[in-house]
């Protein structure tokens, strides 16, 4: 049986591609947690490897191989339009992209901060508003508040950090969940194994469904 | 921001020896494979007009180099070799007898975005199979293709073959809405296999999308393509029809083994008209050669013809050959100064011998030595 590597995203989604990737079956390393520090782990016998890498880079390793396979937030896939093959929509960690800013404030400057750049500029042009946007790495709620920009545009879940922040959600862009993904090469050169993979997930997702 | 002295664009690369010697043995061992095929080579000018190659070109313009020539016109870098073929083809070659059959290593130029990591200069070395229609000649480069990369010694590799009417007649007998067929193409295009079953799901025909979706894993065995010669569409069963032809013809040359069918897989749809095929190796995450059928790039250069082709793209190609280029063996011959004309000789005779043999004056000593490294 060949080698899988499999790219993990650190952060808010860690936990639940986990336990989807458990409960299907899938036998995950004892080590691979939250809190280790390993940055690959391997499960030898299932002859699977599994590494661990910012979210936004995961597309990156998928798309020149280093991963055949990974899992990654469709926001990631929105903005860094890699090549590579979405597969299976996993249905975990939803949340939505979505404009945000401060109440009743007339936009003056249409300055535009966010994390997500070419997802922002595309949104702007298809409603046919030019405007001008900022990349932020973190914290950007922070941007309004003191006046660098206008709007936001960022991930939204359950709208707390907003509401902390006297921000209000003003238009949703798209509605996001956690994607499986793979390399071109790998899905048609270990497209058996792929295929293994994606209905081992599948059924258990449409289990899950079922019972919720 | 000026540039250091030692940055180059964006995208470019130096090629140093080592790597610049696998790139050679290649080429010339796919240049060899090709020949014994009946395949000529042909080379094209790096800048064309971008008013008739550029139009024509698979690749879409804001990926182009474009500057401006001496009488004021727009010219592009090469962005593909196909294009400029096809211009040569109905110019120059216009009264050589058909098929023909051509084959290039060139490279060619498309823009990239910043910090992509994407290369803009690309070699490729490809063939094309000119005035020839039907799977004979498709089957020919799927054939060309594997024998091609068995001569490189490529690690372990698999062909991809599509077929654009294919998806096109199965898109149309289940999806009478033309606008959620494009939106399916789209999907496709991006590799956005979620999207594109999600749609699907919504359809109608219940039965008919599960068959689809059936069809979708990867077809490994001809059988799998047989039910579609039933279809009720026409345009399904012609193209079933020349796939599985293809693979007969793939069986006689034993190759089959490196076949899969993925009715996913789509080139650019406004240029491909049939088959498409793309390449894949081991230890590459990338494709290694792609290419299909393009009948209708001809009528663009003022005379129709049937025309199929690939590339192999050199960059990820090389990565995959299991090639060893030693570097050859070294011969210094050293000589006294005033012994000139007697070293020069000597070096004369040991290279018709097949040495590689660089002069080095030495006045320490008193006749001509060499020494191989």
Same mark, same amino acid.
């Given at each position: 049986?060949?080698l899988l590597?499999i790219?993990m995203?650190?952060?808010?989604i860690?936990e639940?591609?986990l336990?989807?990737l458990?409960?299907?079956?899938?036998?995950?390393?004892?080590?691979?947690?939250?809190?280790?520090?390993?940055?690959?782990l391997?499960a030898?016998?299932?002859?699977l490897?599994?590494?661990?890498?910012?979210?936004?880079?995961v597309?990156?390793?998928?798309?020149?191989g280093?991963?055949?396979?990974?899992?990654?937030g469709?926001?990631v896939l929105?903005?860094?339009?890699?090549n590579?093959y979405?597969?299976?929509?996993l249905?975990?960690?939803p949340c939505r992209v979505s404009?945000?800013?401060l109440?009743?404030?007339?936009?003056?400057?249409?300055?535009?901060?966010?994390?997500y750049?070419?997802i922002?500029?595309?949104y702007?042009?298809?409603?046919g508003?030019?405007?001008e946007?900022?990349?932020?790495n973190?914290s950007i709620?922070?941007?309004?508040l003191?006046?660098?920009?206008?709007?936001?545009v960022?991930?939204?879940?359950?709208?707390?950090?907003?509401?902390?922040?006297?921000?209000v959600?003003?238009e949703?862009i798209?509605s996001?969940?956690?994607?499986l993904i793979?390399?071109?090469?790998?899905?048609?050169l270990?497209y058996?194994?792929?295929n293994?993979f994606?209905?081992?997930?599948?059924?258990h997702?449409?289990?899950?469904?079922?019972?919720? | 921001m000026s540039?250091?002295a030692?940055?180059?664009?964006?995208g470019?690369?130096?090629v140093?020896?080592?790597l610049a010697?696998?790139?050679?043995?290649?080429?010339s061992?796919l240049?060899?494979?090709f020949s014994?095929?009946?395949?000529?080579?042909v080379?094209?000018p790096?800048?064309?007009?971008?008013?008739?190659?550029g139009r024509?070109?698979?690749?879409? &313009?804001?990926k182009?180099?474009?500057l401006?020539?001496?009488?004021?016109?727009m010219?592009?870098?090469r962005p593909?070799q196909?294009a400029?073929?096809?211009?040569?083809v109905?110019s120059?070659?216009?009264?050589?007898?058909?098929?023909?059959?051509?084959?290039y290593?060139?490279?060619?130029f498309?823009?990239?975005e910043?910090?992509?990591?994407?290369?803009?200069?690309?070699y490729?070395?490809g063939v094309?199979?000119?005035g020839e229609?039907?799977?004979?000649?498709d089957?020919?480069?799927?054939?060309?293709?594997?024998?091609?990369l068995?001569?490189?010694q490529?690690?372990?590799?698999?062909?991809v073959?599509?077929?654009v009417?294919l998806?096109?007649?199965l898109l149309e007998?289940?999806?009478?809405s033309e606008e959620?067929?494009?939106?399916?193409?789209?999907?496709?295009?991006h590799?956005d296999?979620v999207?594109?079953?999600?749609?699907l799901q919504?359809?109608?025909?219940k039965?008919?999308?599960?068959d689809?979706?059936?069809?979708?894993?990867g077809?490994?065995?001809?059988e799998?393509? &047989?039910?579609?010669?039933s279809?009720?569409?026409n345009?399904v069963?012609?193209?079933a029809?020349q796939?599985i032809r293809i693979?007969?013809?793939l069986?006689d040359?034993?190759?089959?083994?490196?076949?899969?069918?993925d009715i996913?897989?789509?080139?650019?749809?406004?240029?491909y008209t049939?088959?498409?095929?793309?390449?894949f190796?081991?230890g590459?995450?990338f494709?290694i050669?792609s290419?299909?059928?393009?009948d209708?790039?001809y009528?663009?250069?003022?005379?129709?013809?049937?025309?199929?082709?690939?590339?192999f793209?050199?960059?990820n190609?090389?990565?995959?050959c299991?090639?060893?280029?030693?570097?050859?063996?070294?011969?210094t011959l050293?000589?006294?100064?005033?012994?000139?004309?007697?070293?020069?000789?000597?070096s004369?005779?040991?290279?018709?011998?097949?040495?590689?043999?660089?002069?080095q004056?030495?006045?320490?000593?008193?006749?001509?030595?060499?020494r191989?490294?």
């Amino acid at each position: 049986m060949e080698l899988l590597t499999i790219a993990m995203p650190k952060g808010r989604i860690f936990e639940e591609a986990l336990a989807i990737l458990a409960d299907a079956g899938i036998p995950v390393p004892d080590d691979l947690t939250k809190e280790t520090r390993k940055l690959i782990l391997t499960a030898p016998e299932a002859q699977l490897a599994f590494f661990l890498a910012k979210p936004m880079d995961v597309a990156t390793y998928v798309e020149y191989g280093v991963a055949d396979l990974g899992i990654v937030g469709k926001d990631v896939l929105l903005e860094e339009s890699r090549n590579v093959y979405e597969l299976l929509d996993l249905q975990i960690s939803p949340c939505r992209v979505s404009v945000a800013g401060l109440p009743d404030k007339d936009t003056v400057n249409g300055r535009i901060a966010t994390k997500y750049p070419s997802i922002a500029e595309k949104y702007f042009r298809g409603i046919g508003e030019q405007v001008e946007v900022v990349k932020l790495n973190g914290s950007i709620e922070l941007a309004p508040l003191i006046g660098l920009a206008d709007r936001i545009v960022d991930i939204v879940s359950t709208g707390q950090t907003l509401r902390e922040n006297g921000l209000v959600e003003l238009e949703t862009i798209t509605s996001v969940t956690s994607r499986l993904i793979a390399n071109r090469a790998s899905y048609q050169l270990k497209y058996k194994r792929v295929n293994r993979f994606y209905d081992q997930l599948k059924k258990h997702i449409e289990r899950r469904g079922k019972v919720d | 921001m000026s540039p250091e002295a030692f940055e180059k664009p964006i995208g470019f690369q130096d090629v140093p020896p080592k790597l610049a010697r696998k790139k050679r043995e290649i080429e010339s061992r796919l240049s060899h494979v090709f020949s014994s095929w009946g395949y000529q080579e042909v080379m094209t000018p790096m800048l064309e007009y971008a008013e008739t190659v550029g139009r024509a070109s698979a690749i879409s &313009e804001d990926k182009m180099f474009r500057l401006i020539g001496q009488e004021r016109a727009m010219l592009i870098l090469r962005p593909d070799q196909t294009a400029p073929i096809a211009r040569m083809v109905n110019s120059l070659l216009q009264h050589e007898a058909l098929p023909l059959r051509l084959f290039y290593h060139a490279s060619v130029f498309r823009t990239q975005e910043y910090a992509a990591g994407r290369r803009a200069e690309l070699y490729q070395s490809g063939v094309e199979l000119i005035g020839e229609p039907g799977v004979k000649a498709d089957a020919e480069l799927l054939a060309l293709a594997i024998t091609a990369l068995q001569a490189c010694q490529t690690s372990s590799f698999r062909l991809v073959v599509g077929h654009v009417e294919l998806l096109r007649g199965l898109l149309e007998s289940i999806c009478p809405s033309e606008e959620q067929r494009a939106q399916l193409t789209d999907f496709l295009i991006h590799r956005d296999y979620v999207g594109f079953e999600a749609l699907l799901q919504q359809l109608e025909d219940k039965e008919a999308v599960a068959d689809i979706l059936q069809l979708c894993r990867g077809l490994d065995h001809k059988e799998y393509l &047989e039910p579609l010669l039933s279809h009720s569409s026409n345009r399904v069963v012609k193209a079933a029809k020349q796939l599985i032809r293809i693979w007969d013809i793939l069986e006689d040359y034993g190759y089959e083994s490196y076949l899969t069918v993925d009715i996913r897989l789509l080139g650019n749809i406004n240029y491909y008209t049939g088959m498409y095929l793309e390449g894949f190796a081991d230890g590459v995450g990338f494709a290694i050669l792609s290419g299909g059928r393009y009948d209708q790039l001809y009528e663009q250069f003022g005379r129709p013809l049937p025309a199929t082709g690939f590339a192999f793209r050199m960059n990820n190609l090389i990565e995959t050959c299991n090639i060893e280029c030693m570097e050859p063996k070294k011969t210094t011959l050293f000589y006294p100064k005033l012994q000139r004309k007697a070293a020069i000789a000597k070096s004369k005779e040991l290279r018709e011998l097949g040495y590689t043999v660089v002069l080095q004056i030495d006045d320490t000593q008193t006749d001509i030595v060499w020494r191989e490294e």
